[in-house]
C-alpha cells in the first residue's frame, strides 16, 4: 500500500529504502506535508488580510490579523485562500504559525538593536535631557497648591407655591395675636435656585479640606417667611452672591485593627458633620422641609454654622459586623466675632454677652453622640447637646423653635433608630427620632421644655434603579412645659418622589402639609400645603 500512500515522484527509491517501521514512514509523510507547506507560502507569500476570502472588516478581530499580517508577515490561510478562523487547529498548526511570528519578531529587534547601537551617543544625550524635564515637573508638582483637589457640583430648580387653609385672613389681619399678624400672605408661585460648588482638597490622601461655595435667591414662603415650617431644605438666601458656605479640614487617626477616628477643625462647620454615622436614613439628601432634618432631635442635631472642632472615634466591627461609635465636637455660632454678640436694634437689642469661643455670647453648642449599629442595615444612637444663649434650637412653632433665650442653657436629648432591609423593593427603611430639650436660667416661665418626633419611611429603586419614594411625619418643636404649651403642638408631614433621569439628572416632585404651623399663637384653625417640582444636575 505504500505506493498508493506517496505517490512516486515524492520519493525517491534510496529514500524509501531507508525507511524502517511505522514511526518513521509517519515522520516521512509529515516532513513532506511541511516542505509542501513551506513551498506553497514561497509562492503564496499574504501580504494583505484582505486576500482571505473569509474574513471580512466587520469581524471582531479583524484588525489584530490586518496588524500580524502587514506588520509582521506570519499570518497564513489555506491553500483555497481562506483564513478558516472559527475552525479549531492542530498543535502542529499553532507551532508553525508561533514559529513564523518568533522570526519576524526577532528580526524587527536585531534591526531595532543595530539601529540603537547606531545611534547610542545621539539617544544618551536625549536621555539626559529626558531626565532634567521629569526633575523639572516634579519640582513644579511640589510647589504648586494641589494635585489632589476635585470640583463637584449640584444645581436645583425649584418651582411651586404654598396655600393657606382654614382662618387665614384672622391670622393675617393686624392686632389678631398671630405670629403672622400684619404681615404678607406668601402664595404666589416662584421659580428659584441654589448652586453649590464642593472643593474636595488632599494633601496626604486620607485628609481633607473641604470648601463649599454657595449661591441662590431664595426669598419668601420657601425661605421660611412669613411662617418658619415651610422653609425648604434646599433653601438659600444669598441673594445671587457666591458665598463660602462650609470651610474644615479633617484628618484621620488610628487605624489599628480595624478601629480608627477622625479629628475636625474649622471656622465654618455644623456639629452633624463631625459625627461617626448619621442617625437617621430618611431623606439622605432629599428632605423637602428643613424641619426634617432636625431628624426628630433639632435641640441636637439643628444647631447653625459656626467656628468649631470635634473628633469621632469607631471600634472594630464584631464578627457581626455591627461596631460602636463616639462623636463629640463644638461649634460656636458667633466663634469669628470679637465683640459682643447682640440682636434686634434700638430699644429692642438684646446683649447676650461677650461673643468668639466658649463665652456666655458664643452662641455655643456642644454634641455627644454614641451610636452602634452596621452603619447600613440598622443602629440605635443617643446623643446630648448642652446650649448657651442664642444657639440656633432648630425648627418647630413660633416659641417651640426659637433660640435659647438671654441667659439661658439648654440641656438636650435626642433617641434614634432606624432599620432597613437588605434587598430593596416594597418594604421601606424605617427611622424614628426623639428629642426633648430642657431650658434653665433666665426666664423659663413661657418654655421650660419642648419636645419633638420624627416618623421617616424611605422606598428605594421604586420603578427603577435610582428612584426612591420617601414619606416623612414630624411632630415639630413645640412647648411642652410653660405658659405657651396649650395648642403648641402641630404636625408636618411630606411625600416626594426622586425620579432619576441619568446618572446626573434627577427629578422630584413634592408636596407638604402643616397642621397648626403658628403654634399656641393661631387664631382659630390655620394651616399650610405646599407643592413643588425640583430638579437637580450633579456635575
Keep these: 500500500m505504500l505506493p498508493a500512500v506517496i505517490a512516486p515522484e515524492t520519493a525517491a527509491a534510496g529514500e524509501l529504502a531507508s525507511l ?78 508561533l514559529n513564523a511570528c518568533l522570526d519576524r519578531v526577532t528580526e524587527v529587534t536585531d534591526e531595532l538593536q543595530r539601529l540603537m547601537d547606531e545611534f547610542k551617543k545621539e539617544l544618551a544625550v536625549l536621555k539626559g535631557r529626558v531626565d532634567g524635564l521629569e526633575a523639572q515637573v516634579g519640582e513644579l508638582e511640589a510647589q504648586q497648591f494641589s494635585t489632589t483637589t476635585k470640583l463637584r457640583g449640584k444645581a436645583d430648580m425649584i418651582i411651586g407655591a404654598t396655600n393657606y387653609t382654614g382662618d387665614v385672613n384672622q391670622n393675617f389681619a393686624k392686632g ?6 400684619g404681615k404678607a400672605k406668601q402664595e404666589a408661585f416662584t421659580f428659584n435656585y441654589r448652586l453649590t460648588l464642593d472643593l474636595d482638597t488632599s494633601f496626604t490622601g486620607k485628609d481633607l479640606l473641604y470648601t463649599r461655595l454657595r449661591a441662590g435667591n431664595f426669598s419668601g414662603n ?7 415650617l415651610t422653609q425648604l431644605e434646599d433653601s438659600n438666601t444669598n441673594a445671587d452672591f457666591l458665598k463660602v458656605d462650609k470651610l474644615w479640614y479633617q484628618f484621620p487617626v488610628g487605624d489599628s485593627k480595624g478601629a480608627n477616628g477622625m479629628i475636625f477643625v474649622g471656622p465654618r462647620i455644623e456639629g452633624y458633620y463631625m459625627l461617626a454615622s ?16 432636625g431628624r426628630g ?13 470635634g473628633a469621632w472615634w469607631r471600634s472594630t466591627r464584631n464578627s457581626s ?40 455670647g458664643s452662641q455655643s453648642k456642644f454634641i455627644t453622640q454614641l451610636a452602634y449599629g452596621n452603619g447600613n442595615n440598622w443602629q440605635v444612637s443617643a446623643a446630648y447637646a448642652w446650649s448657651s444663649g442664642g444657639a440656633t434650637m432648630g425648627f418647630g412653632t413660633p416659641t417651640g423653635g426659637a433660640v435659647v433665650g438671654v441667659d439661658q442653657t439648654a440641656n438636650s436629648l435626642a433617641l434614634n433608630a432606624y432599620w432597613q432591609p437588605e434587598n430593596s423593593g416594597w418594604i421601606p427603611s424605617i427611622s424614628l427620632g426623639y428629642g426633648v430639650n430642657w431650658f434653665s436660667g433666665g426666664n423659663t416661665a413661657e418654655r421650660s421644655q419642648t419636645m419633638e418626633w420624627l416618623v421617616g419611611f424611605e422606598w428605594d429603586d421604586i420603578g427603577a434603579d ?61 394651616g399650610t400645603i405646599g407643592y413643588l417640582m425640583k430638579t437637580t444636575f450633579r456635575f
Design 20 to 97: 524502517n517501521g511505522r514511526e518513521a514512514i509517519n515522520d516521512y509523510m509529515e516532513q513532506q506535508e511541511i516542505d509542501e507547506l513551506k513551498a506553497w507560502r514561497s509562492k503564496n507569500q499574504v501580504t494583505s488580510v484582505n486576500q482571505f476570502s473569509d474574513i471580512r472588516p466587520t469581524d471582531w478581530a479583524y484588525q489584530a490579523l490586518s496588524n500580524l499580517v502587514e506588520k509582521y508577515g506570519c499570518v497564513a490561510g489555506y491553500p483555497n485562500g481562506t483564513y478558516k478562523g472559527g475552525q479549531a487547529m492542530t498543535r502542529y498548526e499553532a507551532a508553525a504559525l
Design 176 to 181: 389678631s395675636g398671630s405670629s403672622v399678624a
Design 222 to 228: 420657601f425661605s421660611g417667611d412669613p411662617i418658619k
Design 278 to 293: 448619621m442617625p437617621t436614613l430618611y431623606g439622605n439628601g432629599n428632605f423637602i422641609l428643613k424641619e426634617m432634618k
Design 297 to 309: 432631635a433639632s435641640g441636637v442635631y439643628g444647631n447653625s454654622t459656626g467656628a468649631g472642632f
Design 321 to 360: 459586623g455591627n461596631a460602636f461609635s463616639v462623636s463629640s465636637n463644638y461649634v460656636a455660632q458667633s466663634g469669628s466675632n470679637s465683640g459682643i454678640y447682640t440682636t434686634g436694634t434700638g430699644a429692642n437689642t438684646i446683649d447676650y454677652g461677650d461673643a468668639g469661643l466658649f463665652n456666655q
Design 466 to 526: 435610582g428612584n426612591t419614594l420617601g414619606l416623612g411625619f414630624s411632630g415639630p418643636q413645640w412647648v411642652s412645659q410653660g405658659t405657651a404649651s396649650n395648642g403648641d403642638t402641630g404636625l408636618a408631614v411630606e411625600l416626594w418622589y426622586k425620579y432619576q433621569v441619568t446618572d446626573n439628572i434627577s427629578i422630584t416632585p413634592a408636596v407638604f402639609y402643616l397642621s397648626n404651623p403658628l403654634g399656641s399663637s393661631t387664631v382659630g384653625d390655620f
